[in-house]
Nanobody, 124 residues
């Protein structure tokens, strides 16, 4: 079992930045790949970014590539999502997730554990 809690959401103006954190407990954090997903009102949950168990490999959705950076600190059992140059279309509830896979998978069906989500609103 892995328990996940997200922090860092909020309201930010277009062009601004936010840093999301995901604190993990339970099963050894360093043994799982991790990912971020988001869900806007009326839309399906979509992939944002993922990081392999080793932290060497990362994947990004085309819509956030070059603006968002995923990272992990296994000593602190925490994953991060640095979000820069935010746009109104980034507004969504952001979820962190853990996968028993070792690679940076994009498929939400390969994630076994989910946090409760944190709201990110980009608006002037």
């Amino acid at each position: 079992q892995v328990q996940l809690v997200e922090f860092g959401g909020g309201l930010v103006q277009p062009g601004g930045s936010l840093r999301l954190s995901c604190a993990a407990s339970g099963r050894t954090f360093s043994s799982v790949a991790m990912g971020w997903f988001r869900q806007a009102p009326g839309k399906e949950r979509e992939f944002v970014a993922s990081i392999s168990r080793s932290g060497v490999t990362t994947n990004y959705a085309d819509s956030v590539k070059g603006r968002f950076t995923i990272s992990r600190d296994d000593l602190k059992n925490t994953m991060f999502l640095q979000m820069n140059s935010l746009k109104p279309e980034d507004t969504a509830v952001y979820f962190c997730a853990a996968s028993s896979r070792t690679w940076a998978t994009r498929s939400l069906y390969e994630y076994n554990y989910w946090g409760q989500g944190t709201q990110v609103t980009v608006s002037s």
